[in-house]
């Protein structure tokens, strides 16, 4: 049990480790963006896992932790990457398609008054 | 568990943060290098055993004064607008 | 020139700094000071799991009072300083989800506050750190809704009866004779349990209300202040 | 390991020093101020750390008996608690000076203000 | 062994924090360098549950409770900065 | 009032995964703080009004849990095998879905499903169509990336938000 709860936890590391390998290797913002965000959430989700195996009086705390890691992780990547999109922030040359470039919809910008 | 090593390395990297705080071009950088700093200093807390002081400077040192530094910075960046506003795109891309 | 006379002043500093670093070996045990406050009879005497918290709030209760005051004194500074200009700002609207995440982390956000400055006997954390915590979340709601108005009224009262009753707890200790700031004006309860310690959770959760709405306060000074941009 | 945190908290302050002596910048020089904060607050911390020691939470049974030889030392933690708090107080007063300052004179450069130089 | 491996773990994710760094001090954009900034901030609480199993202390854990939430406010604020609708 | 009541229940289940006890007292003290909380903050907050209570929802909740797990493994392979391979196999682009659920706290669901799940992240939400920034496009056409991005959540969460 606790052989396993390690295991997951060095699973955790590794899965870090692919996360800042990405952010160097990726060519553009929001490559990086998504390796980044992917990869430490489920990096950081492996790691207390492998501790509630290894510790399990502590659950409630983990779980908790894991939750908040859920929850507020993809949130800050897609508003940082709604910011990045706004200012400009140049593509890589290998994009294929931008859509939102192309629709009117979104061309919009809406403002708030008050 | 000894943590010689890794509060070296640590201290490397703070070493490192703070010189980019110090000379990097861009404020903005700066800023983040400085909550930086707070964010590993409030690691090397956790192993000399003061979760404590650990727990203000996660929340003050990294949280809150960055947050008000970028509210200086937005404010002075909007009072000196005039005549540099073209070249705004190139300043955050650089 | 000037830099070369700069690297010569730090370099006089720093020999000055380094006996302090050549002199120290380290420590063995504690200070005489902290081995009075780890005895059994005083811990029991207190009553709190956290001695950091026992030191913060009973013996050097002073300290923190004055800490609080010049919290206060710089929060009614940057409010005296900063005038509010009421222009009309036009902002980018905020992504829906961040508002219905914002909308969602709020009150869980504050909870966690709570925790922390009710919990500061036993777990690390207290008036301060829970205080931060409340202000985060204060902020974030501000970031999400520019357009809510934040209660100035509600903000500056609950600052200034959480200050009244945190200066009462503590004169009513020296009033029926045990001391200023002492804790044991309330039972001290079983070790280890929340309602134990006597009076410093109390004190603690009036410290963690006032240090959240001075820290409100001033992150809401500096937001009221952006101009047109 | 207690040298090695301390030798860090040395050098932030050299370099929070070195900031606030030679940059122009008035926020720059706000940030030295503040990289100095956090080497003080390390170094304090370091000196209190007793080898060996242990958090100063009892939350279990064997630190009850024999408290004094296993933990650290809980007093400068508590200083350092409120130092920090007054730390944020103090950057957020400063900064709303330079905020002033600079809607006085649209500059930051610490240069242009020589009222009171003399 | 479980230490062992722990250590290994350990020394994987103060590798990939140092990893971090160097597109922190390359950059090219701001953008970058805050994705950087958090993640090392995400790092660290995974660095902070270990540290929590190895000394054996729960109350470790408040501080990386607190790490996770306030974690993404610092990044939120420096987007709404860059959009320019702070 | 349902709104009242869910809020209620999430701060009490947080209460006690905080302090990791049923102690009677504890309990007593999380139940007044949560009530004054949601009583103070959720004056008129609408998030949960959409949301099913039914026994199916309940199970589809559990369901919908599982599929994403699986994806967010799956989605880190994916990430592994791509960062890894010296020619770096990537071919991104902006492409647009759309989604039938209104309710906006599903719509945040989707959307951070939508950031955790294989080579997806989006960018920007307008009215019904999302935004997504593709790793690897396969097709530009809107039908057929919301077929293979939105599809296989937007089932489950349709059901447990009405």
């Known amino acids: 049990m606790e052989l396993l709860g390690a295991i997951i936890t060095l699973m955790g590391s590794f899965v870090l480790l692919v996360a800042s390998i990405g952010l160097i290797r990726m060519p553009d913002v929001y490559n990086r963006l998504q390796v980044g965000t992917k990869a430490t959430t489920l990096g950081t989700i492996l790691s207390l896992i492998g501790l509630v195996f290894l510790m399990p009086g502590w659950w409630g705390k983990l779980i908790l932790l894991i939750f908040f890691v859920m929850m507020t992780n993809p949130v800050s990547s897609h508003v940082l990457a709604r910011a990045s999109y706004f200012i400009k922030i140049p593509f890589t040359d290998r994009t294929v398609v931008d859509k939102l470039k192309v629709s009117t919809k979104a061309q919009k910008v809406e403002y708030e008054e008050k | 568990m000894d943590f010689k090593i890794i509060s070296a390395l640590l201290g490397i990297i703070m070493l490192a943060m703070s010189f980019i705080a110090i000379y990097h071009k861009k404020m903005i950088v700066a800023v983040i290098a400085t909550g930086a700093v707070g964010l590993f200093a409030s690691i090397m807390y956790l192993f000399l055993a003061a979760p404590d002081v650990a727990m203000t400077e996660?929340?003050?040192?990294?949280?809150?004064?960055?947050?008000?530094?970028?509210?200086?910075?937005?404010?002075?960046?909007?009072?000196?607008?005039?005549?540099?506003?073209?070249?705004?795109?190139?300043?955050?891309?650089? | 020139m000037k830099k070369l006379f700069v690297f010569i002043i730090l370099i006089a500093l720093a020999s000055m700094l380094y006996p302090l670093l050549d002199t120290f070996h380290g420590n063995d045990k504690l200070s005489e000071l902290s081995q009075f406050y780890a005895q059994s009879e005083n811990v029991s005497k207190v009553n709190a799991q956290n001695l950091v918290t026992a030191v913060v709030v009973t013996y050097r209760g002073l300290d923190t009072l004055g800490e609080v005051t010049i919290l206060f004194l710089a929060a009614a500074i940057i409010a005296f300083f900063l005038k509010t200009e009421s222009e009309k700002r036009t902002l980018r609207k905020n992504s829906e989800i961040f508002k219905t995440a914002a909308k969602m982390l709020v009150p869980i956000i504050t909870m966690v506050g709570i925790y922390i400055f009710i919990n500061g006997h036993l777990t690390p954390g207290g008036g301060f750190q829970g205080g931060a915590v409340i202000a985060s979340g204060v902020i974030l709601m501000l970031l999400a809704f520019p357009n809510m108005e934040f209660n100035h009224k509600f903000f500056e009262a609950l600052e200034s009866i959480s200050g009244v009753v945190y200066v009462g707890l503590a004169a009513f200790g020296a009033i029926i004779g045990l001391g200023f700031l002492d804790n044991a004006i309330l039972p001290l309860g079983k070790f280890g349990e929340l309602f134990s310690a006597g009076a410093i959770p109390v004190i603690y959760s009036f410290v963690g209300l006032k240090v959240g709405a001075e820290l409100s306060n001033i992150l809401n000074k500096f937001k009221s202040v952006q101009a047109e941009n | 390991?207690?040298?090695?945190?301390?030798?860090?908290?040395?050098?932030?302050?050299?370099?929070?020093?070195?900031?606030?002596?030679?940059?122009?910048?008035?926020?720059?020089?706000?940030?030295?101020?503040?990289?100095?904060?956090?080497?003080?607050?390390?170094?304090?911390?370091?000196?209190?750390?007793?080898?060996?020691?242990?958090a100063p939470i009892l939350?279990?049974?064997?630190?009850?008996?024999?408290?004094?030889?296993?933990?650290?030392?809980?007093?400068?933690?508590?200083?350092?608690?409120?130092?920090?708090?007054?730390?944020?107080?103090?950057t957020a007063l400063m900064l709303a000076y330079a905020m002033k300052l600079h809607s006085e004179k649209k500059s930051l450069d610490i240069e242009s203000f020589k009222d009171l130089k003399w | 062994m479980v230490n062992t491996i722990l250590i290994v773990a350990v020394a994987i994710i103060l590798l990939s924090i140092g990893l971090t760094m160097i597109r922190f001090v390359k950059g090219k954009t701001s953008v970058d360098r805050v994705i950087a900034f958090d993640v090392m901030s995400i790092a660290s609480i995974a660095l902070?549950?270990?540290?929590?199993?190895?000394?054996?202390?729960?109350?470790?854990?408040?501080?990386?409770?607190?790490?996770?939430?306030?974690?993404f406010l610092a990044v939120i604020i420096i987007a709404k900065y860059l959009e320019k609708s702070l | 009032m349902k709104n009242f009541f869910i809020t209620f229940l999430i701060l009490m289940i947080v209460w006690i995964l905080l302090n990791n006890t049923f102690q009677p007292d504890i309990l007593i003290v999380g139940a007044v703080i949560a009530l004054f909380l949601s009583m103070f903050l959720c004056k008129r907050c609408e998030l949960f009004t959409d949301m099913n209570f039914t026994p199916k929802g309940i199970i589809y909740t559990i369901i919908f849990l599982g599929v994403f797990m699986v994806d967010l493994i799956k989605s880190n392979l994916d990430v592994t095998r791509r960062v890894l391979n010296p020619a770096l196999p990537i071919k991104p682009g902006i492409v647009e879905v759309k989604t039938k659920l209104k309710s906006k706290f599903a719509r945040m669901l989707l959307a951070n499903s939508i950031t955790l799940t294989p080579g997806t992240l989006t960018v920007?939400?307008?009215?019904?169509?999302?935004?997504?920034?593709?790793?690897?496009?396969?097709?530009?056409?809107?039908?057929v990336a919301s077929k293979e991005i939105v599809e296989k959540f937007e089932k489950y969460l349709e059901v447990i938000y009405g």
């Not at chain 2, 809150?64 to 909007?78: G, K």
Request: proline content about 1%; cysteine-free; glycine content about 8%.
């Open chain 5, 48 to 71: 902070i549950g270990i540290l929590a199993y190895v000394t054996q202390r729960i109350i470790y854990l408040d501080v990386a409770i607190v790490y996770g939430l306030l974690g």
């Open chain 2, 58 to 94: 996660a929340a003050i040192g990294s949280g809150l004064s960055t947050i008000i530094f970028f509210y200086v910075l937005n404010r002075i960046r909007s009072n000196d607008k005039e005549g540099r506003e073209s070249d705004e795109i190139d300043e955050v891309i650089k």
């Open chain 6, 124 to 143: 920007d939400v307008k009215d019904d169509s999302f935004f997504i920034h593709w790793i690897d496009v396969k097709d530009e056409d809107v039908k």
């Open chain 4, 1 to 54: 390991m207690e040298y090695i945190t301390i030798t860090t908290g040395f050098l932030i302050i050299l370099a929070g020093l070195w900031a606030i002596m030679t940059r122009k910048n008035i926020i720059r020089i706000i940030i030295g101020f503040s990289l100095f904060d956090t080497g003080i607050h390390i170094v304090m911390v370091s000196m209190a750390y007793v080898k060996g020691g242990v």
């Open chain 4, 59 to 90: 939350d279990k049974n064997e630190l009850l008996t024999d408290t004094a030889n296993k933990i650290v030392d809980p007093v400068p933690q508590a200083l350092v608690l409120t130092a920090i708090v007054i730390g944020l107080g103090v």
